[in-house]
């Protein structure tokens, strides 16, 4: 049995742990290793390290910095399956969706190869008489931390590292416990790309090691990626404690559905969104609301679509769907579908029944038809394969509903009509929006983050916010 070690000062360093908790392997429900969650002095000891390898990795030029970006990227092209591969044995999406989360996390590290122009500063001569000038430079803020969920253990951890490091930062990554194996991966990559001792540290834990993140004055920045009441907590105790953060919380996804959508593709892409990773996605569309006269063509085809999805081990070729995190995680979806029920929806297509391989966390795909916006399966983030379809008779009623949710993470609407496409998009609550789209998550080079209760902060991940994010202006005025 492996058990976990941090990675401090480019050394794999034993836990001083008590408390320790299983890694599983959710398709199969076998333990695959150890991982420690109280180790308070790896804390001390990753930020000790950071802060000393600040002095020259602030310093070492952007250039230089950049290519070793260039170089972490070839090893993770080259290394893109194997990767993806652990990403499926820790955290169970099948195989595909796990290699288009690799590609997405290459796509950050692109982003960050192009430092050199992104961190550009500016200047402006002849501001007042007598030859003064004023320029701006961006310099990084120190030793900033990641703390992030198990959903995408490969993508979440490279929205943050690459810019973060790029730009002259020292990091420390504490990844979720649940699936801290592939950050570990990341850390070997960067570490033979070339990134020098200090500078990305990786220590382990669970809630008692983000506290002490958000404790310890030696750390400048956060970054946090969770639930929405601990991206809540970790916003208000990040602030307080003078750091700046960013905190990209839970989701609820509304999706609309016009009278003249293309239904096929459709219910492809809405199929995708509401099941795909079993429904453990920010950017699950969990609600569909049927404008009009599509409701019935659309429960048939959603419950059909439920009925074919193939669910089995994420490395099986012909899996459609992996399992669920954990097994507690199973009943609390469970716990929605029978509270659904409960509450008068009516469940058209019962995952519980759904053939499912007998060991490991699985769970079908279920649908919910009559949902109302008072029903907790509409309001609450059920993180599992629940899709809850609604009716309204207008487009601007399904707008209200939306916008009723606390959430506001993404949105989309399927339609063939640019001017109900132009409506929703400049109508709807949501910080993402996509038009025919299931997952309308940005490229790299632009923001991703929601409203609403789905964010806490000011400066997005990716794009040019990650930039502004993890550099601090200096404005210098000049007179020679
Ligand atoms: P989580 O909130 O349980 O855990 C996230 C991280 O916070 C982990 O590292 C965990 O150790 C730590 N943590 C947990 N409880 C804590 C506490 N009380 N105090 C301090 N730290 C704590 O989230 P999860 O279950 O790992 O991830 C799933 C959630 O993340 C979902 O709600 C999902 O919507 C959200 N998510 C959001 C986005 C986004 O872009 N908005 C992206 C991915 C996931």
Redesign the pocket.
């Known amino acids: 049995m492996e058990t976990l070690t941090h990675i401090i000062d480019n050394q794999h360093v034993t836990a001083q742990a008590h408390e320790w908790d299983n890694v599983y392997n959710p398709a199969t429900g076998a333990v695959i290793s150890k991982v420690p969650l109280d180790d308070d002095t790896a804390v001390d000891l990753a930020v000790k390290a950071a802060r000393q390898a600040y002095f020259s990795w602030s310093e070492t030029p952007v250039l230089e910095r950049a290519r070793i970006m260039f170089r972490f990227r070839e090893l993770l092209v080259n290394h893109h399956e194997d990767v993806a591969a652990l990403v499926t044995k820790e955290q169970g999406k099948i195989f595909s969706d796990a290699y288009g989360e690799v590609g997405r996390a290459i796509e950050v590290v692109e982003l960050a190869c192009g430092a050199p122009s992104l961190l550009k500063g500016e200047w402006l001569s002849q501001v007042a008489h007598g030859g003064i000038e004023t320029s701006l430079q961006r310099v990084p803020l120190g030793v900033v931390a990641g703390?992030?969920?198990?959903?995408?253990p490969a993508m979440?951890p490279l929205w943050m590292i690459p810019p973060a490091i790029v730009s002259g930062n020292t990091f420390i990554l504490?990844?979720?416990?649940?699936t801290p194996l592939t950050s570990m991966r990341i850390g070997e990559l960067l570490q033979e790309a070339g990134v020098p001792p200090g500078v990305v540290n990786i220590v382990h834990?669970?809630?008692r090691i983000?506290?002490h993140i958000?404790a310890h004055p030696g750390i400048q920045a956060v970054s946090?990626?969770?639930?929405?009441?601990?991206?809540e907590?970790?916003y208000r105790t990040a602030a307080q404690n003078g750091k700046r953060v960013q905190a990209?919380?839970?989701?609820k996804n509304f999706h609309v559905v016009m009278p003249d959508a293309d239904i096929d593709r459709s219910v492809e892409a809405l199929g995708n969104s509401a099941f795909g990773s079993a429904g453990?996605?920010?950017l699950a569309g969990s609600v569909v609301i049927a404008v009009g006269d599509v409701a019935e063509q659309l429960v048939e085809a959603m419950t059909e679509k439920a009925k074919q999805l193939r669910v089995g081990e994420g490395m099986q070729p012909d899996s459609e769907m992996g399992p669920l995190i954990r097994s507690q995680h199973l009943n609390r979806v469970t716990g929605y579908i029978a509270r659904g029920e409960k509450e008068g929806a009516r469940l058209v297509y019962d995952g519980r029944q759904h053939p499912t391989p007998h060991e490991g966390f699985f769970l079908g795909p279920s649908v919910f038809d009559r949902v109302t916006s008072e029903m907790a399966i509409a309001q609450e983030?059920i993180?599992g394969p629940v899709l809850s379809i609604m009716r309204e008779p207008t487009l601007e009623e399904a707008i209200r509903t939306a916008n009723r949710s606390l959430y506001g993470?993404t949105a989309s609407i399927y339609t063939q009509s640019g001017g109900w496409a132009q409506y929703f998009r400049d109508r709807i609550e949501a910080g993402m929006v996509g038009i025919n789209i299931g997952i309308p998550a940005p490229v790299a080079w632009f923001p991703?983050?929601?409203w609403k209760k789905?964010?806490y902060g000011d400066l997005h991940?990716t794009g040019l916010d990650a930039f502004w994010f993890y550099t601090e202006r200096r404005v210098i005025t000049t007179r020679w």
């Open positions: 703390i992030t969920a198990f959903n995408f979440i504490k990844p979720s416990e649940r834990g669970g809630r983000a506290d958000l946090f990626v969770g639930s929405q009441p601990v991206a907590y970790i990209l919380g839970g989701a453990e996605r920010c983030e993180f993470n991703f983050a929601g789905s964010f991940a």
